[in-house]
């Protein structure tokens, strides 16, 4: 079924077996009724050029839907896949002017006629089916069944036949692809995340604004009136001034600062944590106290409860896919860096309990299975992969094992990580061979490729000016040093885009397995009604960062969705890297509040 916004504010379904003739053309208020009617009708892979501009109104009804296709974020890494790379030259597929960028493209991402397409299927990875979608057709041009103004270039509005041709377009960009069954599974992953963001962002987490307060006032001091700062915070910025010796210091402007620090014989180059601690000198341990609270007061102080926390609950905006390695982002809220002290608010409501899993060491698990390195896995089977890597012998303690893994992923040449990494190499060669070619390539201004196709950016102007000019017959020494700096630069990046976007396409899996194994429970008695229509009787996601995850859950259920949470992490690691020995270990808990998980 394809769906389109009309000129007239109104919606188009149609079955893409007879375009011509729409099943339904609703309005706002009808369309989730419509949607509902047809899901349970047919269960189709609901296919939309953008999921945050249609399913918060569904989700807000009280419609939830199984699967889609985010025709948006799937161009967005078709259209840059290296697996893709011969079909784009072709030519025979190129991107249609009105879809607008993904969320980590170039661009400002325009507002689009949402798009479904339906087919029964009965599971989120029956990729097979999936390629099987027959877009082909449109209305008749001169009908009523168009598509309002996208934002499109040319500002033509977007005809059900653009929005199809779309769809047609990455299917045949997938199956002339160097690897169909990778790119299938990310575009279903990636497109569960869309649904999956949007849910958490309806049902929001539980939020305990009391407690969130007393935390305030324990660590900042009472709330003081507006234009002046917290007690405590005012108290650390005279202990500063005073060691400065300078009463009118501004603490909050860079420039004052470290001009000030400058005058008192304490020459630094920023005021990072780092820097002013290598300085003894009585300023400084005020000085890094006051910017602690500061943060805390700027980034979860009361603006942000007064701005972000409603009814019980705090529903930041997640944007899928909105880094370039595939990581989320957040456009509000900051959720994806909560700090350890606030999360003591984070607090179930009465009859239900969280569970809070995380994956222990999740890149360099992904690392090894990327590069079939059994050597690196085993010395993560079972156990904590730092301490197996000591125990192999590779190097003497933890610590060292983490600095030398951190140094390889992230390409340290310099101080314990430089020397380490020649370790690692010998012990697992196949692991580092993976990051060096993959930084070698970086260097060399290639793209490289995550496990199942999401394709780093290309270096960007300041990469190619700076090789230009070292190319060149006067080229200085410099020159050439600088080439050389800004290749390493973006070879380090590329050495840990493959890493750290194999593991965001393993947690993505992750979710999209476990969102509709919790859909399968029980409603229960007791509603969490500030969660919202759809999610007050379930258990839901309300939580992810990276690799940890939270469930809202009523308690009755929460020993088998925790059960649920490591299944499908297996299950994920199965899907991606099939039979290979690596293991995925979750450290979980079940507790009334997130701080809890963290004792």
Known sequence: MIIAGTERA??????????????????????PAAVRELDAASHPRWVWAETHLLYPALLEAGVRVDRCHDLRLCAAILDRSTLTEQVRSSGRHGRPPWLPPGPAEAGTAGAAAPVAAGRSHDTLFELDEFADIDPAGAVDEGSDVRASDTGATDGSAVTIESLARELDRQQAMVAESADPRALRLLLAAESAGALIGAEMHAAGIPWDRAVHERVLEQTLGARPKPGFKPAHVERLAAAVRAALAGPSVNLDSQVDLLRALRRAGIQVDSTSRWELGEHDHPAIEPLIAY????????????????????????????????????????????????????????VADPGWTLVVADAAQLEPRVLAAMAR?????????????????????????????????????????????????????????????????????????????????????????????????????????????RARSVAREW????????????????????????????????????????????????????????????????????????AAVHETAHAAARLLFGDFPVDFPLESAIVDSYAMADA
């Open 491 to 562: 070879g380090r990046f590329t050495r840990n885009f493959v890493v750290q976007g194999s593991a965001a396409e393993w947690a993505l899996c992750w979710m999209a397995a476990l969102r509709p194994r919790l859909a399968q429970f029980a409603p229960v008695a007791t509603p969490a009604e500030r969660s919202g229509p759809v999610f007050e009787r379930m258990p839901h996601l309300v939580y992810f960062l990276h690799d940890e995850i939270i469930v809202h859950t009523p308690r009755e259920h929460a020993d088998e969705v925790a």
């Open 10 to 31: 109104r919606f188009a379904i149609v079955d893409p077996a007879r375009p011509s003739q729409p099943l339904a053309v609703v309005g706002s208020d009808e369309l």
């Open 291 to 346: 910017k602690k609270l500061m943060r805390l007061l700027s980034a979860n102080g009361w603006a942000w409860l007064d701005e972000w926390v409603h009814d019980g609950r705090f529903r930041p905006d997640y944007v899928p896919g909105g880094t370039a390695t595939g990581r989320w982002a957040t456009s509000g809220g900051g959720a994806l860096q909560l700090p350890k002290i606030v999360r003591s608010a984070v």
């Open 373 to 481: 390195d059994e050597a690196m896995a085993a010395a993560g089977r079972g156990r904590d992969i730092y301490r197996g890597i000591v125990e192999s012998g590779v190097v003497e303690n933890r610590d060292q094992a983490k600095v030398a893994i951190l140094g390889a992923m992230y390409g340290a040449t310099t101080g314990d990580s430089g020397r380490l990494v020649p370790r690692l190499a010998r012990a697992y060669p196949r692991a580092m061979a993976l990051v060096d070619r993959a930084a070698a390539t970086g260097e060399r201004g290639g793209v490289v490729t995550t496990n199942l196709g999401r394709s780093s950016p290309s270096p960007g102007d300041g990469w190619r000016v700076a090789q230009a000019q070292a190319s060149q017959p006067e080229a200085t020494p410099a020159d050439e040093r």
